[in-house]
């Protein structure tokens, strides 16, 4: 990232209080760039790039105090969100009952899988926030990412209308929401997921057992599912082990569908 370094200090020159960074210009053309749109009001984007932890008298350049961090945005970017996947679900799934849709829905407007597309766009590195939160990884931590993408929504929305927020959630996810219904009725999930990784040139998935509960006649195991360097990529609980197994390895096709990235938790900062 090209941002600059900025230092605030007291009376005291010589005393640093506070160090942050803000977005450069170039870094600020190439994000709008991988977003597919120009904003006409430059001061939503800033907004939506802020993180609260950014001090509230220094994170603008046009020094209007009434544009702060980007948690107004992030809550209507949520909304705009919902309804654009709830009318795309409900176009393309005619015949899907109202719970199905939720379902899937829920896969798809999550906290992680919004990270997943903030890091598609390079998000993180365009993030304004305070010295403290940037070196404790906070540009990898997936609430931050979901929170800052859905703000980057909110801002779209406020600047280009509903049909701007279409076109980037078409262009990110589409192939995922016209797949839900068939990964839906694909009962063997783990057969899906060694296919996916399969096709993508990755080691095949393990499963281990955390924890078993319950009385002897009904006992309830957690199964993990692990990618690569032993990443916990699904949980998956039931009363047998197979089916505990069948149900980890459908959080990871619902979450992904095509892994390209068996270590994208760790990019994500988890």
């Not at 209007?64 to 945005?73: D, F, G, V």
């Not at 896969?107 to 919004?114: D, E, H, K």
């Not at 990110?172 to 009725?185: F, N, P, R, S, T």
């Not at 599912?225 to 069948?246: F, M, P, T």
């Amino acid at each position: 990232m090209n941002s600059d370094d900025i230092l605030t200090t007291d009376n005291n020159e010589n005393q640093k209080e506070q160090l942050y960074t803000i977005i450069s210009d170039a870094d600020l053309l190439d994000l709008q760039d991988r977003l597919g749109y120009t904003f006409k009001n430059s001061d939503l984007l800033y907004q939506a790039l802020t993180h609260r932890s950014t001090p509230a008298d220094q994170h603008t350049k046009t020094g209007n105090l009434a544009i702060w961090h980007n948690e107004r945005l992030e809550f209507l970017g949520d909304a705009v969100l919902e309804l654009v996947i709830s009318t795309k679900l409900y176009q393309l799934y005619p015949d899907a009952a109202e719970g199905a849709l939720s379902h899937w829905r829920s896969s798809v407007v999550n906290t992680r899988s919004l990270s997943i597309l903030a890091t598609k766009i390079n998000l993180g590195s365009c993030l304004m926030m305070g010295r403290g939160e940037d070196l404790s990884g906070g540009r990898k931590k997936v609430s931050i990412l979901g929170d800052s993408f859905e703000a980057i929504l909110g801002a779209l929305f406020l600047d280009g209308g509903l049909s701007v927020v279409e076109d980037l959630l078409n262009r990110l996810i589409g192939d995922k929401i016209d797949k839900l219904q068939a990964v839906e009725q694909y009962k063997d999930y783990k057969s899906l997921l060694q296919e996916q990784l399969q096709s993508v040139g990755r080691a095949l998935p393990s499963y281990k057992v955390t924890a078993v509960v319950g009385p002897p006649h009904q006992r309830v195991f957690e199964v993990s599912c692990l990618l690569e360097n032993d990443l916990v990529a699904g949980i998956g609980s039931g009363h047998s082990k197979r089916y505990a197994e069948q149900l980890a390895a459908k959080s990871v096709v619902e979450q992904f569908l095509e892994i390209a990235d068996p270590t994208i938790g760790d990019k994500l900062g988890e």
